[in-house]
């Protein structure tokens, strides 16, 4: 039908939804906001990409990821609130206008659009991409496997009916290499890779391929620490951090990993609420403060990249 579903920052949003919310953001903000197209998904969805700061030459970027996984809706939900706060926000908040005016933040607010379509439609609890595995009848790969970082060799699976299916070569997906592809192109001035996940409350960092320490430990510790501490000062949502290898557990192929090997130093991947009550089913009802809360980390990192 060609009845459109009303966008909500409270609610979970449809694709369809979605695309139409960040076209408008855009044309409602054209010194703040632009929306580009950086590729189309197997089921030939495009993959729009929201540029937000001030516009200016040669300025560094932070990129923003959510939706890697279908059934983790609390995400792009997030990804949303962000550009929502930073729009909103620019010119009264010091912090946001300070972000905007010496950063871009890259947003992609739903990477893997085909398997999230498929959560609204068929199955809410699914988690990989859509795409068809030769001699197999069972379908798509898991996207958080698929980047060239100790790719296939631990923590995931070469079984394509396997939900951690690494793919048949690294950036087999045509999401993954879309967004591998436009990271490589700006790799000069992308000094931050955030990745948004759910659940667990965790703000991880490289590396889940090897519990060798990354050589910046000791610094991405740090800003993790300070990170969840700003998260955890709004409503005492309580996140453990590290490495992934050992806060988590030991997984190849990893967009994180493979982002700060590329040589993006500031590599996150957050894991949203909850802990496990309600899982990826997160209520409608938490949105806000998730969202909230979450962007009390996400301001301390930028704010870590702009002074460092
Ligand atoms: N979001 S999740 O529940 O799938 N957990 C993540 C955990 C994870 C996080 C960072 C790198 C590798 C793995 C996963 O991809 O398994
Ligand atoms: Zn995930």
Redesign the pocket.
């Given at each position: 039908s060609n009845i459109r579903a009303v966008h909500s920052y409270e609610k979970y949003n449809d694709l369809d939804t979605i695309n139409a919310w960040s076209a408008n953001i855009a044309a409602q903000n054209p010194t703040l906001v632009s929306r580009l197209e950086i590729g189309t998904s197997y089921e030939g969805r495009p993959l729009y990409l929201l540029k937000v700061g001030k516009s200016g030459t040669n300025k560094n970027a932070v990129f923003m990821d959510c939706g890697?996984?279908a059934r983790?809706w609390i995400t792009p939900a997030f990804c949303q609130w962000f550009v929502k706060e930073a729009v909103d926000n620019y010119g009264s908040d010091d912090q946001i206008t300070d972000l905007l005016d010496n950063l871009d933040v890259y947003v992609l607010t739903v990477m893997n659009v085909d398997g999230y379509v498929y959560s609204w439609n068929s199955n809410r609890m699914w988690?990989k991409t859509r795409s068809a595995n030769k001699n197999s009848a069972c379908v798509g790969t898991?996207p958080?496997?698929n980047f060239n970082a100790g790719w296939c060799t631990v923590?995931a699976s070469s079984n394509p009916c396997d939900e951690?299916y690494c793919g048949t070569a690294p950036e087999s997906e045509k999401e993954s290499k879309a967004l591998a592809d436009f990271i490589r192109a700006n790799i000069g001035s992308i000094k931050a890779y955030l990745?948004i996940?759910?659940?667990?409350q965790m703000l991880?960092f490289p590396y889940?391929y090897t519990y060798a320490l990354a050589k910046d430990h000791t610094e991405l510790n740090n800003v993790a620490k300070g990170a969840v501490s700003a998260l955890t000062s709004l409503y005492g949502t309580k996140y453990t951090y590290g490495p992934?290898g050992t806060t988590?557990?030991l997984?190849s192929g990893?967009?994180?990993?493979w982002a700060y090997d590329t040589g993006i130093k500031y590599s996150f991947?957050f894991?949203l609420r909850d802990t496990g009550k309600y899982g990826f089913i997160l209520p409608e009802s938490e949105i806000v403060e998730t969202c909230e809360e979450t962007m009390l980390a996400v301001k301390y990192i930028a704010d870590h990249v702009l002074n460092n």
């Open positions: 890697f996984h983790e988690r898991d958080n496997r923590g951690t990745t996940h759910s659940y667990s991880l889940s992934g988590i557990y997984s990893g967009s994180d990993d991947t894991e």
